[in-house]
Every structure is written in structure tokens, then in C-alpha cells.
């Protein structure tokens, strides 16, 4: 799975541009990003790449390079 491609659908969720997400990225800055669309964000990741969340990991997403490490977590290779 491209990286570009997990961005594309975190940003699209959370109504950013796919640009202002780096690994970094703090997600309590995103006026968007809540409980709302964490849930959004754990349906449309497992429906479209088979990326599973756990509430746990929903509590624990702190920064955009977390949904890239949970993907990771699970085998998913992250390509450029």
C-alpha cells in the first residue's frame, strides 16, 4: 500500500489536505479530528486496506504517524 494512499483517506476523514499530514503531525491541532471521526477513520481504514484499530489504539493516536505505525503493526508494507 502506498503511503500517499493511507494520507489521501486520513486527510479526506479528518477535512485536511493530505499535505499538511506529516508523521509529526499533532492531531489535537486538527479542529476536525474527534470521536467522530476516529470512528469514521476505523471503518474506512479496515474496509479499504484491512487496517484494524483497536479502542485502544483510537485512545493512543496522538500524531498522523500513528495510523502508519498500526498499519505497520500489522504487516501492512507502506511503500513511497
Known amino acids: 500500500m502506498k503511503k500517499s494512499d ?11 489536505e493530505p499535505a499538511d499530514l506529516e508523521p509529526d503531525t499533532d492531531l489535537s491541532t486538527i479542529d476536525t479530528f474527534d470521536s467522530v471521526s476516529v470512528l469514521g477513520l476505523i471503518v474506512s481504514l479496515d474496509d479499504q486496506f484491512g487496517i484494524k484499530m483497536s479502542s485502544l489504539d483510537a485512545q493512543n493516536l496522538k500524531h498522523y504517524g500513528d495510523f502508519e505505525k498500526i498499519a505497520l503493526s500489522q504487516g501492512i508494507e507502506l511503500t513511497d
Open 6 to 16: 493511507l494520507k489521501a483517506v486520513v486527510a479526506e476523514l479528518i477535512e485536511v
